[in-house]
């Protein structure tokens, strides 16, 4: 209705006292212009992030038009822009009650259940958007994103990457997600080809130029790779942003300077970036630690004097900060940036933590009391969905080669749930012994006595690889064909920690050879320590 006939309805009735009431077809005709009037209103605030009157506005329209699966849909966004994910969960449903085959409605569904972690629902949604639309490019794009990086379902996750890709070649966010399947499947020459278009084209995309980090460092391009790592603070994943109000540091002198250093990402990252802390030690006049509460008491007794804290809340270790007297804050992933800038500046180490000496001495007379031969830790799945577990992970009668070794013991590491895979295991190979000792698996600190008490570890990618190499123990790490940019894209070392040795897939999920490299060169090792 236009505004003439909105207005010629009213007019006359104006000039007349005793004007009757509009009938009910023109009652109808000034709802319509009224809801049609709601939405617009609630479109523009929409567009000006005023998400409280979209909200409102939406709702008078649906008053009027209960059954208008355009309006819901715009209320749903409204709700999940202001963060109120239940109510748009709800808009979104009847969006697409009221139109079947709706597929942003779907579509939207997927990231309000996203949002709150529910994330085998969202895939099922995407994946009806896509059923109702198969060229539905975000819909193949976000679905992609989450199977690689959230549910470890990385091959399905990059065919549909790859399907987006097909659809719209030009399309920034999938070509970026392309640039991280890229990375992820060991392409990195090919993967920074691409980051560096995006990134010229999209300064502001920071999954692009994050991606571009992870494919430098993986190429061993330290210096540039890690001022691009900085992007990992914006684009999301696992670094937390944390509000800390001290200067950052970023490499000035330390000289009569305190510096707090604190925690991000998970176990093994904190363990590896840990190996730059006594650079820091010898720069700054003291330093405060912060590290996730499993590696407080080995952080405490190998970085002394710093003060080490566990990982709390940002207004806990901002008054810890303010009341030693620190200077400067600064992430502990960002720390190689200032003493790790190529690969002449990671120092060849024995280890830098230190498991508690009586409790290394403890774990050593229970390994000799097995008799002689090598002990040898193994680990043999890891990583959840988000970290690509399922591809970085192997059973454990994978293992029987290396398990039938003579002139060795094995000792399981393995954190979780093992025993659900050693009980058919041992039911199966009654003359094999892998020695379990869970009272050393729970508690982290002694786990490291345990660790420094080996002779060997072997596992898949782990945190127990960092544990090893951070204590000095030898370890050999099996890799898949695309393993994480810390392992490096070629070689039989990382510059991490030297005590671990890398044995890579040749083919991606093809563990048989290299189990049968680890058993060859294990039953070298034995050899001489068959008389122990």
């Known amino acids: 209705m236009s ?27 000034l709802n319509q212009f009224a809801a049609h009037a709601d939405f617009e209103a609630g479109l523009a605030a929409y567009s000006v992030r005023d998400y409280t009157t979209a909200i409102a506005r939406f709702k008078r329209v649906i008053a009027i038009r209960h059954d208008d699966a355009d309006t819901h849909n715009n209320l749903g966004l409204s709700y999940l822009a202001a963060h109120q994910y239940e109510d748009a969960l709800d808009a979104f449903v009847l969006s697409a009650h009221f139109r079947p085959r709706f597929p942003q409605a779907y579509y939207n569904m997927a990231l309000a259940t996203r949002a709150v972690g529910a994330l085998d629902e969202s895939v099922r949604y995407l994946e009806q958007a896509i059923e109702i639309k198969p060229d539905f490019v975000a819909a193949h794009n976000t679905l992609g994103y989450m199977l690689t990086h959230q549910t470890g379902d990385f091959a399905q996750g990059a065919a549909h990457i790859r ?77 937390i942003s944390r509000a800390i109000t001290l200067p950052e540091w970023q490499g000035e002198s330390l000289h009569r300077k305190k510096l707090l250093v604190y925690a991000e990402q998970g176990l093994g990252d904190q363990i590896m970036f840990a190996s730059c802390l006594p650079d820091l030690l010898k720069r700054a006049d003291s330093c405060l630690i912060e590290c996730a ?18 990982q709390s809340g940002d207004a806990e270790l901002l008054r810890t900060a303010e009341a ?8 502990i992933g960002s720390v190689p940036a200032q003493v ?18 009586s409790r290394t001495d403890f774990w050593k007379a229970r390994l000799d009391a097995l008799g002689k031969g090598l002990k040898v830790g193994i680990s043999w799945t890891g990583g959840a969905p988000s970290t690509r577990g399922a591809n970085r992970s192997t059973r454990v009668v994978d293992w029987l080669p290396i398990l039938q070794q003579q002139g060795c013991h094995f000792i399981n590491l393995q954190y979780g749930s093992a025993g659900a895979d050693l009980q058919p295991f041992r039911q199966l190979n009654p003359g094999l012994m892998l020695h379990d000792w869970p009272e050393a698996i729970v ?36 890799l898949q ?16 920690y030297s005590s671990v040795r890398l044995f890579r897939q040749a083919r991606q999920s093809e563990w048989n050879p290299v189990i049968s490299d680890v058993t060859r060169h294990l039953s070298e090792m034995a050899k001489p320590c068959s008389g122990r």
């Not at 070689?491 to 991490?496: A, D």
Request: glycine share 6%.
């Open 443 to 478: 508690n982290y600190d002694e786990t490291a006595a345990l660790v420094a008490a080996l002779d060997l570890v072997i596992s898949v990618q782990t945190a127990v690889v960092h544990l090893a190499g951070a204590l000095g123990t030898p370890a050999w790490v099996m």
């Open 3 to 29: 505004i003439r006939d909105w207005f010629s309805l009213l007019t006359p009735r104006s000039r007349n006292a005793d004007a009757i009431a509009p009938t009910e077809a023109e009652q109808q005709k």
């Open 163 to 239: 399907t987006a890709l097909s659809l719209d070649p030009a399309d920034p966010d999938v070509l970026c997600n392309y640039g991280a399947v890229l990375v992820q499947e060991g392409n990195a020459d090919e993967a920074l080809k691409l980051c560096e278009r995006l990134v010229k084209a999209y300064p502001d995309m920071h999954e692009a130029r994050l991606n571009r980090a992870l494919a430098k460092l993986k190429l061993g391009r330290f210096d540039t790779g890690w001022r691009d790592y900085e992007a990992r603070k914006l684009a999301g994943g696992n670094y």
């Open 481 to 496: 064909a695309a393993c994480e940019w810390r392992y490096g894209q070629h070689g039989e070392s990382m510059p991490w």
């Open 324 to 331: 030693a007297g620190m200077n400067y804050q600064v992430a």
């Open 293 to 310: 509460r499993p590696l407080a008491s080995l952080f405490t007794r190998s970085f002394a004097p710093a003060m080490v804290v566990m």
């Open 340 to 357: 790790r800038r190529n690969a002449e500046e990671f120092p060849p180490q024995a280890g830098f933590l230190r498991a508690e000496a």
